[in-house]
């Protein structure tokens, strides 16, 4: 996902992306009530969750925050119900997007994502429509000078990855991306956990399996529009199949 690697990267150096401490504690309070609304609320039987703890006190999030998120996620505060809906249109350039979203509130957040499409001339596509342009996976962030490629490789072969690739995490820090099918997700992360390598991030996800080229006026436009989408509070991730030349991406973060 070359277009979203250096995307991310380019965000980071222009401080769109997480610029404000309170975006950044909430992305990280989103990443807890998912993976408590997948394990449960005990971290010592979720390792998601142990994974979305450690990030957030690596950002000095607040505890009664981290509870609460926790609580959210697990369903564990009256009146309250998290789900995950997924929603799809075709951007820009007839770039596929899948925006995946962690709502308490399914009738306000619709609205408001169909709202930031059609002020674009967008429409939401049907479910499906989209998502036949991706893989799902299994995926683990590992940080990049935390082990060589090739021993990271050799061990991720024995316990069920099927590949190895540099990617780019959301705060523009270079990562190995170690892919898996769906199902062996849980023995590829205990067989490395078990080798010693250091995880910075697990779960399931969505990889293009054909990339579409944008450049000029559809690259401006697609990259606003996923920039407009992910700053909305129940955005949790946009997965979009474009691709940008490196000269693309340099005029537009010079711009």
């Given at each position: 996902?070359?277009?979203?690697?250096?995307?991310?990267?380019?965000?980071?150096?222009?401080?769109?992306?997480?610029?404000?401490?309170?975006?950044?504690?909430?992305?990280?309070?989103?990443?807890?009530?998912?993976?408590?609304?997948?394990?449960?609320?005990?971290?010592?039987?979720?390792?998601?969750?142990?994974?979305?703890?450690?990030?957030?006190?690596?950002?000095?999030?607040?505890?009664?925050?981290?509870?609460?998120?926790?609580?959210?996620?697990?369903?564990?505060?009256?009146?309250?119900?998290?789900?995950?809906?997924?929603?799809?249109?075709?951007?820009?350039g007839g770039?596929?997007?899948?925006?995946?979203?962690?709502?308490?509130?399914?009738?306000?957040?619709?609205?408001?994502?169909?709202?930031?499409?059609?002020?674009?001339?967008?429409?939401?596509?049907?479910?499906?429509?989209?998502?036949?342009?991706?893989?799902?996976?299994?995926?683990?962030?590992?940080?990049?000078?935390?082990?060589?490629?090739?021993?990271?490789?050799?061990?991720?072969?024995?316990?069920?990855?099927?590949?190895?690739?540099?990617?780019?995490?959301?705060?523009?820090?270079?990562?190995?991306?170690?892919?898996?099918?769906?199902?062996?997700?849980?023995?590829?992360?205990?067989?490395?956990?078990?080798?010693?390598?250091k995880l910075?991030?697990?779960?399931?996800?969505?990889?293009?399996?054909?990339?579409?080229?944008?450049?000029?006026?559809?690259?401006?436009?697609?990259?606003?529009?996923?920039?407009?989408?992910?700053?909305?509070?129940?955005?949790?991730?946009v997965h979009?199949?474009?691709?940008?030349?490196?000269?693309?991406?340099?005029?537009?973060?010079?711009?």
């Amino acid at each position: 996902m070359a277009g979203h690697s250096k995307w991310a990267n380019i965000k980071h150096r222009k401080g769109a992306q997480d610029a404000k401490r309170s975006k950044l504690f909430s992305k990280v309070v989103k990443d807890i009530m998912v993976a408590a609304r997948v394990g449960g609320p005990d971290p010592d039987a979720n390792p998601r969750l142990r994974l979305a703890i450690a990030k957030a006190k690596a950002v000095s999030l607040p505890r009664e925050n981290l509870d609460r998120a926790i609580k959210k996620g697990a369903g564990l505060l009256d009146g309250q119900t998290f789900e995950e809906v997924m929603y799809e249109a075709y951007g820009p350039g007839g770039v596929a997007l899948l925006i995946e979203v962690l709502t308490d509130n399914r009738a306000r957040t619709g609205p408001e994502i169909k709202h930031l499409l059609s002020k674009r001339g967008i429409p939401l596509a049907a479910s499906g429509a989209a998502a036949h342009s991706f893989n799902r996976v299994g995926r683990l962030l590992v940080p990049h000078d935390s082990i060589e490629e090739e021993d990271l490789l050799m061990a991720g072969m024995e316990h069920g990855a099927d590949d190895v690739t540099e990617d780019v995490n959301d705060n523009g820090d270079d990562v190995w991306q170690v892919v898996c099918e769906v199902g062996d997700l849980e023995t590829l992360r205990e067989g490395l956990e078990g080798e010693g390598v250091k995880l910075e991030e697990y779960g399931l996800w969505w990889i293009p399996t054909v990339s579409v080229p944008v450049e000029g006026g559809d690259a401006d436009k697609l990259l606003a529009l996923i920039e407009v989408l992910e700053e909305n509070d129940d955005v949790q991730n946009v997965h979009a199949n474009f691709e940008i030349s490196d000269e693309e991406m340099e005029r537009i973060a010079a711009t």
